[in-house]
């Protein structure tokens, strides 16, 4: 009888052994109790296992420890070490695959950008509960694809629901680009120049044009002071375009030679700076916009449309201007 209760330990304790290899551990980090508290909250109802909160400097000592899966930041304030910090971060999660859910304010948006380049970190901005957990699924999303096949059909349930919304950003990105091709997953801007490869990052010519030139900002900033009019008497749910909106704030600002910062950008897009900041992310990968470095200061990053993205916006405003209607 000894033996046999010996070996249900043995196999109890070999189960319990083998859910912990599966579970998606999730390290925070932040500065106020409170919100660390609720942070775990919020991955423990997404079915993920929190580790104890952490200060965001211990990550520069030594003894640092080891990254979970995903990492739940909350840096609303910056200093120099808290910036260190999240240097240190970006490159540990860089070479470890880890998935950062990064939250932050207005005010620190653009130094804390700054310091997250090569992580792709998912950003928010005093983001509710529901937020991070939408966040905290396209992270799920974002690991290596054994995990979500070793997730029960209940967890995957959960997993799809929290990131439907992802799921809709996507769609209308691809709205913008005219529709994604099935077959060689190229997204396509408004343009009978250009392609743009997504897979490869590569800009494919089709035609040979001239040049067109950069249209004049007043008429662009008129465009978009037309869209805020109708946004005023018919709401802005019901034209949001977060996408568009920041295009043409970009081609403005290429055409009036001014830089454009992460917030300026998520002020133009006229929608929540969370989501606005998904959009940037999703369009600095698909190769529509670029991360230009500040040469004098490397705590400030700006954006601005790439080349071939600013060649065909350009296009677009000279097909526009040989006719007759000026759309908002």
């Known amino acids: 009888m000894a033996q046999a209760a010996y070996r249900c330990d043995d196999a109890v304790q070999e189960e319990g052994s083998w859910l912990s290899q599966l579970a998606v551990t999730v390290s925070l980090f932040g500065d106020n109790s409170e919100t660390l508290a609720i942070m775990a909250e919020d991955a423990h109802s997404a079915g993920l296992v929190p580790n104890a909160g952490r200060a965001l400097q211990t990550l520069v000592d030594a003894d640092a420890g080891v990254l979970g899966d995903v990492v739940l930041v909350d840096c609303p304030s910056l200093d120099g070490s808290k910036c260190a910090a999240l240097l240190r971060l970006d490159e540990r999660a860089r070479r470890s695959g880890a998935q950062l859910v990064v939250s932050t304010s207005r005010e620190a948006l653009d130094e804390v950008f700054a310091c997250l380049e090569w992580s792709k970190p998912i950003l928010l901005v005093r983001p509710s509960r529901a937020e991070r957990l939408v966040a905290l699924g396209e992270a799920l999303t974002r690991m290596p694809g054994r995990r979500l096949r070793e997730l029960d059909p209940q967890d995957r349930t959960t997993l799809l629901k929290l990131t439907q919304e992802v799921g809709r950003l996507a769609e209308r990105l691809d709205n ?153």
């Open 176 to 328: 913008l680009s005219g529709g994604g091709d099935a077959e060689d997953d190229v997204m396509r801007v408004s343009s009978p120049s250009l392609v743009y490869d997504r897979g490869e990052g590569t800009i494919v010519p089709q035609q040979r044009h001239a040049r067109a030139p950069l249209p004049d900002p007043r008429w662009v900033r008129q465009i978009i002071a037309q869209r805020r009019l109708r946004d005023e008497f018919l709401g802005a749910e019901l034209f949001a375009d977060p996408a568009w909106d920041m295009l043409l704030d970009l081609t403005a600002a290429r055409a009036e030679h001014k830089r454009v910062s992460v917030t300026s950008l998520c002020i133009a897009a006229a929608v929540p700076a969370t989501t606005a900041l998904r959009w940037i992310a999703q369009m600095v990968e698909n190769g529509l916009l670029v991360r230009e470095e500040d040469g004098e200061d490397r705590r400030r990053v700006f954006i601005a449309l790439s080349d071939r993205t600013a060649e065909a916006m350009a296009r677009y405003f000279d097909r526009l201007g040989s006719g007759s209607a000026s759309p908002v």
